[in-house]
């Protein structure tokens, strides 16, 4: 049984990552972090997601919440993150990071912690985009340069990034495979309603046009791809590892 924690508690990913661990026997949750002031500091996770008492404290003490874990996964902030990341190194803990909006100086800084402890990030949890990335990035080499490549992404309107960091990394997967630079490949976005997340990635040519669409419907393919990330982080060696590492070990 691999010991967990999670932050973000109280957010719309860690409270469902939370709510599919403790339903999972493959986990045992032993934490849930929450930044410094949050009012439901102290009280039982268990309790404040309606699931009944579950003998976890939501707290604000990395430090003292990872003395006892195998692995952590962090959907937070980019400033929470790197603060958790550094307990997590300090305590040599596995930690899985599916926080976006590093900046290419903070994302190094989660890549170079890969030479300590065994870490995984990605910009999107889901399997189903994971694939998306590696598609994409074959067919822009296949097409070759006839073929212009863009991107539209939609999320919900409280979204802080713009765009994605999902839509981010497909460009750089088509700038790498096409040799161009990443700004080179256009990207719209769009803040609306209440969508979880939508990716189409275009390539276009004179007289055709190639699409390819990733549509999530529920939290929950992301919070199920972290878990599947967690168990496959547990008792890894040090190293900065990403989602396809995941896939190709299944």
Same mark, same amino acid.
């Given at each position: 049984?691999?010991?967990?924690?999670?932050?973000? @508690?109280?957010?719309?990913?860690?409270?469902?990552?939370?709510?599919? @661990?403790?339903?999972?026997?493959?986990?045992?949750?032993?934490? @849930?972090?929450?930044?410094?002031?949050?009012?439901?500091?102290?009280?039982?996770?268990?309790?404040?997601?309606?699931?009944?008492?579950?003998?976890?404290?939501?707290?604000?003490?990395?430090?003292?919440?990872?003395?006892?874990?195998?692995?952590?996964?962090?959907?937070?902030?980019?400033?929470?993150?790197?603060?958790?990341?550094?307990?997590?190194?300090?305590?040599?803990?596995?930690?899985?990071?599916?926080?976006?909006?590093?900046?290419?100086?903070?994302?190094?800084?989660?890549?170079?912690?890969?030479?300590?402890?065994?870490?995984?990030?990605?910009?999107?949890?889901?399997?189903?985009?994971?694939?998306?990335?590696?598609?994409?990035?074959?067919?822009?080499?296949?097409?070759?340069?006839?073929?212009? @490549?863009?991107?539209?992404?939609?999320?919900?309107?409280?979204?802080?990034?713009?765009?994605?960091?999902?839509?981010?990394?497909?460009?750089?997967?088509?700038?790498?495979?096409?040799?161009?630079?990443?700004?080179?490949?256009?990207?719209?976005?769009?803040?609306?309603?209440?969508?979880?997340?939508?990716?189409?990635?275009?390539?276009?040519?004179?007289?055709?046009?190639?699409?390819?669409?990733?549509?999530?419907?529920?939290?929950?393919?992301?919070?199920?791809?972290?878990?599947?990330?967690?168990?496959?982080?547990?008792?890894?060696?040090?190293?900065?590892?990403?989602?396809?590492?995941?896939?190709?070990?299944?």
């Amino acid at each position: 049984m691999i010991s967990l924690s999670v932050s973000g @508690a109280r957010g719309k990913m860690g409270s469902r990552i939370l709510t599919l @661990a403790f339903s999972d026997s493959a986990f045992k949750v032993v934490g @849930a972090l929450e930044r410094e002031g949050q009012p439901e500091l102290g009280k039982d996770i268990g309790d404040i997601l309606g699931l009944g008492r579950k003998g976890v404290t939501l707290s604000s003490d990395a430090g003292k919440v990872f003395q006892g874990i195998d692995v952590h996964v962090e959907f937070s902030t980019p400033e929470a993150s790197l603060a958790h990341l550094k307990e997590a190194l300090r305590l040599k803990k596995a930690i899985v990071i599916g926080t976006t909006g590093f900046s290419p100086k903070e994302l190094e800084e989660v890549m170079n912690a890969g030479k300590t402890i065994p870490i995984l990030w990605t910009p999107n949890m889901s399997v189903g985009v994971n694939l998306l990335f590696e598609l994409v990035a074959d067919v822009a080499r296949k097409l070759g340069p006839a073929y212009e @490549a863009g991107i539209v992404e939609t999320h919900h309107r409280h979204k802080k990034d713009s765009p994605s960091g999902t839509a981010k990394f497909l460009a750089e997967k088509i700038a790498a495979a096409k040799k161009v630079k990443p700004d080179t490949i256009t990207a719209h976005s769009f803040r609306m309603g209440d969508v979880v997340g939508d990716h189409t990635v275009i390539f276009a040519t004179e007289g055709e046009r190639l699409e390819f669409t990733h549509r999530a419907s529920s939290r929950d393919t992301f919070a199920l791809g972290a878990l599947r990330a967690a168990r496959f982080l547990a008792g890894k060696a040090p190293k900065f590892y990403m989602m396809k590492d995941v896939l190709n070990e299944t």
